[in-house]
T-cell receptor, first 116, second 113 residues
Framework: EAQVTQNPRYLITVTGKKLTVTCSQN?????MSWYRQDPGLGLRQIYY???????DKGDVPEGYKVSRKEKRNFPLILESPSPNQTSLYFC???????????????FGPGTRLTVL | GQQLNQSPQSMFIQEGEDVSMNCTSS?????WLWYKQDPGEGPVLLIA?????ELTSNGRLTAQFGITRKDSFLNISASIPSDVGIYFC?????????????FGAGTRLFVKA
């Protein structure tokens, strides 16, 4: 089954304790992205990756890191989490083609993070 | 940065009623997308629009790409309880070497049986 998986689905942590949220896709997509969803703000892009070893900042990258060492995986790293990073996080992936129809993103189920 | 204004923020309707929601932007977009998010899940693509003026249907859903390329609307006809959820519009501006997706804040739909 074609899918985007995220782990963990739920996480409660404390300020300053490094954490990683994993994301994996089995569709051989080039493009992967992380979003955070906050009430009244919709989804805001944190980081994205066009391919292995190619990453770039989205609209709200502060406090986050990513890596893309393999095509299927795109982990999100919070080196020193703070309470304002409490949010619902989504990973998404897509093909990257010249035609816009290739650029339709598939989303994972989400990771609800609480930073105390 | 670029922003989308999505309205209404929420809607409370009776089963069987039609629903309309829209998104506007001050910027031009190359692609307009409509997603639905069910509770506890990620957004799922409903309709994608690629040309100005395009009108596309998916079952009871109809969406249009505005002529000015700065707006889009989604209509749901004869709503049913399973239509409950958050609907997001999203726009993709024309950029070189990849793509960027900007999301609206969402319309939360409640359907009373």
């Amino acid at each position: 089954e074609a899918q985007v998986t995220q782990n963990p689905r739920y996480l409660i942590t404390v300020t300053g304790k490094k954490l990683t949220v994993t994301c994996s896709q089995n569709m051989n997509h080039e493009y992967m992205s992380w979003y955070r969803q906050d009430p009244g703000l919709g989804l805001r892009q944190i980081y994205y990756s066009m391919n292995v070893e190619v990453t770039d900042k989205g609209d709200v990258p502060e406090g986050y890191k990513v890596s893309r060492k393999e095509k299927r995986n795109f982990p999100l790293i919070l080196e020193s989490p703070s309470p304002n990073q409490t949010s619902l996080y989504f990973c998404a992936s897509s093909y990257l083609g010249a035609s816009p129809s290739y650029n339709e993103q598939f989303f994972g189920p989400g990771t609800r993070l609480t930073v105390l | 940065g670029q922003q989308l204004n999505q309205s209404p923020q929420s809607m409370f309707i009776q089963e069987g009623e039609d629903v309309s929601m829209n998104c506007t932007s001050s910027s031009i977009f190359n692609t307009w997308l409509w997603y639905k998010q069910d509770p506890g899940e990620g957004p799922v693509l409903l309709i994608a629009l690629y040309k100005a003026g395009e009108l596309t249907s998916n079952g009871r859903l109809t969406a249009q790409f505005g002529i000015t390329r700065k707006d889009s609307f989604l209509n749901i006809s004869a709503s049913i309880p399973s239509d409950v959820g958050i609907y997001f519009c999203a726009g993709q501006p024309l950029i070189t070497g990849g793509f960027k997706t900007i999301f609206g804040a969402g319309t939360r739909l409640f359907v009373k049986a």
